[in-house]
Nanobody, 124 residues
Framework: QVQLVESGGGLVQPGQSLTLSCAAS????????VAWYRQAPGKQRRLVGA???????DYEDFAKGRFAISRDNAKNMAYLHMTNLQYDDTAIYYC??????????????????WGQGTQVTVSS
C-alpha cells in the first residue's frame, strides 16, 4: 500500500532554515501534484504551496520568497525548503500528493494521500 511520510521537522531559532521531506513509499509508479500545508496551534490547516505534476509551483503570500518546493521524481520524494523561519511559522507541516500505483492489471491508479505531519517549532 502506498503511503506518504514526512520528515525533517524540528526546533529551530528565528532566522534559521529547515528542509522538510515527503517520501512516497510502497508500490509507487510516480508522484504527481504535490502540495504542502501547515496547521498552527488552534488554527485551521492552510496551504503553503503546491507544485503540479511538472515543475510549475505556486505559493501562498506568506511563503513567497522564503519557502520553496522541489521534487525528485526518481526517488518519489518532494521537499519544502524553508528559510528565514519566524515564530509564526511554528506548525505541523503536512504533505499532500497525488500518487500513482500500478494495479494487478498494470493500470495506474492515482490516489490523493496525506502524510502524518511533521512538527516545526521556531523558538529562541
Amino acid at each position: 500500500q502506498v503511503q506518504l511520510v514526512e520528515s525533517g521537522g524540528g526546533l529551530v531559532q528565528p532566522g534559521q532554515s529547515l528542509t522538510l521531506s515527503c517520501a512516497a513509499s510502497g508500490n509507487v509508479f510516480r508522484m504527481y501534484a504535490v502540495a504542502w500545508y501547515r496547521q498552527a496551534p488552534g488554527k485551521q490547516r492552510r496551504l503553503v504551496g503546491a507544485m503540479n505534476a511538472g515543475t510549475d509551483v505556486d505559493y501562498e503570500d506568506f511563503a513567497k520568497g522564503r519557502f520553496a518546493i522541489s521534487r525528485d521524481n526518481a526517488k518519489n520524494m518532494a521537499y519544502l525548503h524553508m528559510t528565514n523561519l519566524q515564530y509564526d511559522d511554528t506548525a505541523i507541516y503536512y504533505c499532500n500528493a497525488d500518487v500513482g500505483e500500478k494495479n494487478a492489471r498494470g493500470v495506474v491508479e492515482v490516489t490523493s494521500l496525506w502524510g502524518q505531519g511533521t512538527q516545526v517549532t521556531v523558538s529562541s
